[in-house]
């Protein structure tokens, strides 16, 4: 069963506009979690993290929301950008640091311009 | 800026032959993970070494994959003998120490079996 949700495979935004991706998760043991970006034919690049002791965590035009309760997260890209069309993971973490994140299957951005 | 380097960046291998990847990761960082991405999904661990300590690898097929990193720096990644189902990106990252939680991915190894 899949610990880390990503329900939404593809988003299509205006440039300009505001994109938010979404990632739930089941497991209550998770205390860190982070947005990774993916283009094609390159690996993963890290984005954003936030810890499970915050609710927010900014970064630029990237902001990342944690709901503890409703074991959910989102990734609000503001404004978006046509560069900012790509794969976004959603990974988590528990136990310690230093331990393999678990990830979500993605969620493909297109942001039109 | 460092990264993480990974050879080669595309294989085609015949199924039943072996294959390598390697990966260098970025300079100091001690903990070392081989991820597999399946088109579709999100990577996946194969194998974790902390220095040259194999710390996790529950999930490796041990039957025909094997990693090593022999002087805590870089690793490689064999498959023998090589199958169809093994097409897929495999991806090495690497993390500073022990209490960080970001990981640094290199480029990939895109393979395909036939």
């Given amino acids: 069963?899949?610990?880390?949700?990503?329900?939404?495979?593809?988003?299509?935004?205006?440039?300009?506009?505001?994109s938010i991706l979404n990632c739930d998760y089941t497991n209550s043991m998770f205390d860190y979690f982070l947005w990774y970006k993916k283009y094609p034919a390159e690996?993963?690049?890290?984005?954003?993290s936030i810890s499970s002791i915050k609710d927010k965590n900014e970064d630029g035009r990237f902001t990342v929301f944690l709901n503890k309760s409703a074991k959910h997260l989102s990734l609000h890209i503001v404004p978006s950008q046509p560069g900012d069309s790509a794969v976004y993971f959603c990974a988590a973490s528990y136990n310690q640091a230093g331990t393999a994140l678990i990830f979500g299957k993605g969620t493909t951005l297109s942001v039109s311009s | 800026e460092a990264e993480v380097a990974q050879s080669p960046r595309y294989k085609i291998t015949?199924?039943?032959q072996a294959v390598a990847f390697w990966c260098d990761?970025?300079?100091?960082?001690?903990?070392?993970?081989?991820?597999?991405?399946?088109?579709?999904?999100g990577p996946e661990l194969l194998v974790q070494f902390q220095d040259e300590s194999v710390v996790d690898d529950s999930q490796l097929p041990k039957d025909r994959f094997s990693a090593?990193?022999?002087?805590g720096v870089d690793s490689t990644l064999k498959i023998q003998p090589a199958e169809l189902g093994d097409s897929a990106m495999y991806l090495c990252a690497s993390s500073r120490a022990w209490d960080t939680y970001e990981q640094y991915f290199g480029p990939g190894t895109r393979l395909t079996v036939t």
């Fill in chain 1, 43 to 48: 690996g993963p690049t890290f984005l954003i």
């Fill in chain 2, 14 to 16: 015949e199924k039943s």
């Fill in chain 2, 68 to 71: 090593e990193r022999l002087k």
């Fill in chain 2, 25 to 41: 990761p970025i300079s100091g960082h001690a903990t070392l993970y081989w991820y597999r991405q399946i088109l579709g999904q």
């Fill in chain 1, 1 to 18: 069963d899949q610990q880390v949700k990503q329900n939404s495979p593809s988003l299509s935004v205006q440039e300009g506009r505001i």
